[in-house]
């Protein structure tokens, strides 16, 4: 039973930073591509990063250099490091998985909340 658990969300001024953590159980996250997606309100929810199985690392263009994601495989967490934070990074952060035998859509187009299917309750950050 795969089970996602965020946190470090919070309150936050603009130019400050925050860790976020996603904790993972019932499979190991070296074997999985998880990633970290973002919703507002009113929008759908976007990709922010993504870190597949082989290591291959992928970002959105607006968190591009401010942000960085990464496996601890000691402790099963997939963690996102927002430095530089914006106002516009306000939204609910939610962590993802994907089953690795699962055959992706769209190669292209792999940081979309289609393609996985596992995912974590979120946690809140707000920019101010």
């Known amino acids: 039973h795969v089970q996602l658990v965020e946190s470090g969300g919070g309150s936050v001024q603009a130019e400050g930073s925050l860790r976020l953590s996603c904790a993972a159980s019932?499979?190991?996250?070296?074997?999985?591509?998880m990633a970290w997606f973002r919703q507002v309100p009113g929008r759908e929810r976007e990709g922010v990063a993504g870190?597949?199985?082989?290591?291959?690392?992928s970002y959105a263009d607006a968190v591009e250099g401010r942000f960085t994601i990464s496996k601890d495989n000691a402790k099963n967490t997939l963690d996102l490091q927002m430095n530089s934070l914006e106002l516009e990074d306000t939204a609910m952060y939610y962590c993802?998985?994907?089953?690795?035998?699962?055959?992706?859509?769209?190669?292209?187009?792999?940081?979309?909340?289609?393609?996985?299917?596992?995912w974590g309750q979120g946690t809140q950050v707000t920019v101010s």
């Open positions: 993802a998985a994907r089953s690795p035998t699962r055959p992706w859509a769209d190669l292209a187009k792999r940081l979309v909340p289609a393609e996985y299917n596992y």
């Open positions: 019932g499979y190991t996250v070296s074997s999985y591509c």
């Open positions: 870190i597949e199985d082989d290591g291959r690392i």
